[in-house]
């Protein structure tokens, strides 16, 4: 498929695509005239950068694993590859955590304001909202 209907069926724009391309992180055949066809390849590259970006996986991080993908296996490629999941999952998990508590400390937010009973805990709700940038303050250090 051409670059407008690969780009519109994946949700993204044609910059974003080429940019991609530029970054070698997708290799669209060239027609005789010029144009890119975007084969089941791309498209399968196409489907890991999204789902990679969705986990927090940086350009330069999907980039070494594309380059990793296409080497030859060894054990070097493997602890890599096993390092940088191993990273990734840790910082998955810290988030799951947060947005765990977050979604607690919403909800009963939202509790207290629908029974009229957030001025008299608007100090605690304070309190939670400073414990968690101090968790996300941690998690930079």
């Known amino acids: 498929m051409h670059i407008k209907q690969f780009a519109s069926k994946y949700h993204l724009s044609n910059d974003t695509i080429r940019f991609y391309e530029k970054e070698g992180l997708l290799?669209?055949?060239?027609?005789a005239n010029g144009y890119r066809f975007y084969d089941e390849?791309?498209?399968?590259?196409?489907?890991?950068?999204q789902v990679l970006?969705?986990?927090?996986?940086?350009?330069?991080?999907i980039r070494k694993?594309?380059?990793?993908?296409t080497q030859p296996f060894t054990d070097q490629c493997n602890t890599t590859t096993a390092e940088l999941f191993?990273?990734?999952?840790?910082?998955l998990q810290r988030k799951i955590e947060f947005f765990t508590f977050a979604l607690q400390s919403l909800q009963i937010a939202e509790d207290l304001i629908s029974i009229g009973r957030y001025n008299e805990n608007k100090t605690d709700i304070e309190?939670?909202?400073e414990d968690m940038y101090k968790k996300i303050e941690s998690e930079e250090d």
């Open 65 to 69: 694993l594309t380059l990793l993908e």
């Open 41 to 49: 390849q791309c498209e399968k590259s196409i489907k890991f950068i």
């Open 127 to 129: 309190k939670t909202i």
């Open 86 to 91: 191993a990273h990734k999952r840790v910082a």
């Open 53 to 61: 970006k969705q986990l927090g996986f940086s350009l330069e991080e």
């Open 27 to 31: 290799s669209p055949q060239r027609l």
